[in-house]
Each structure stands twice: as structure tokens, then as C-alpha cells.
């Protein structure tokens, strides 16, 4: 199993980016795709999650109403639309695919307190945003 991102670029304070994360491994099988982020010097932090059994997504409250998950039908490749970005949202953004199952309410927390241990993680991307 295994992910990857890519998206990831220098955006001026107001303006957009739309990253995507390609995993694959995990057919038939309930799982979650999150993206994480971290800047220098603090720890990761979780942005936002969605689930393959039902397609519920989760946001953090630094990005919602800013930032959107979606996926495609097979559930192999993730996009996060970055709308509105501010400086605090630079950082290197991951994402990770975990095995569940998660589906229903209050997934997210337990998918969150298990970020060490996910399935695959990708490699990360670099997301600047210039004040």
C-alpha cells in the first residue's frame, strides 16, 4: 500500500491550490484518506479526512469553511481544494490512507489518534503562501 502527493507550490495570501494524493492497495476494503500538514518546528496536524464506506468527510476548524476533500468513484485519488489560504497555512502536506473501519459519526478522532501508525503515508508536499 502506498500513497503519494502532488499539488504543492508558492501561492500568494487569498489564492488557491489544489493538491491530490494517489493511493493505491487498498481495494475492497474500508479504509480513510486524510491529509495532514507540518510546519517547521511543530507537530503534524490533521486537516481533513474522508471515508471510503461513506464518503463523510472531516475538517479541522483552522480550515473549514476554506478547505474541501473530495475523491473519485474508486476512492484511489483524493484531492483537497485550498481556498482562501493565509501565511499559517504553510507547511509540508502529507497524506495517509489507514485501513478501518471508519464510516459514520465521530470516525475522524479515532482515525486522527492513529497517525503513527497508518498504512501509507506519501512523501509530502510544500505549500508556501507568501503574506
Known amino acids: 500500500r502506498c500513497s503519494s502527493e502532488s499539488g504543492g507550490g508558492l501561492v500568494q495570501a487569498g489564492g488557491s491550490l489544489r493538491l491530490s494524493c494517489e493511493v493505491s492497495?487498498?481495494?475492497?476494503?474500508?479504509?480513510?484518506i486524510g491529509w495532514f500538514r507540518q510546519a517547521p518546528g511543530k507537530d503534524p496536524e490533521g486537516v481533513s479526512g474522508?471515508?471510503?464506506?461513506?464518503?463523510?468527510?472531516y475538517y479541522s476548524n483552522s480550515v473549514k469553511g476554506r478547505f474541501t476533500i473530495s475523491a473519485n468513484d474508486a476512492m484511489n485519488t483524493v484531492h483537497l481544494q485550498m481556498n482562501n489560504l493565509k501565511p499559517e497555512d504553510t507547511a509540508t502536506y502529507y497524506c495517509?490512507?489507514?485501513?478501518?473501519?471508519?464510516?459514520?459519526?465521530?470516525?475522524?478522532?479515532?482515525?486522527?489518534?492513529?497517525?503513527?501508525?497508518?498504512?501509507?503515508w506519501g512523501k509530502g508536499t510544500l505549500v508556501t503562501v507568501s503574506a
Open positions: 492497495g487498498f481495494t475492497s476494503e474500508n479504509y480513510a
Open positions: 495517509a490512507a489507514d485501513r478501518g473501519p471508519y464510516g459514520g459519526d465521530n470516525w475522524y478522532p479515532l482515525f486522527l489518534s492513529g497517525y503513527r501508525n497508518m498504512d501509507a
Open positions: 474522508i471515508s471510503s464506506s461513506d464518503g463523510t468527510t
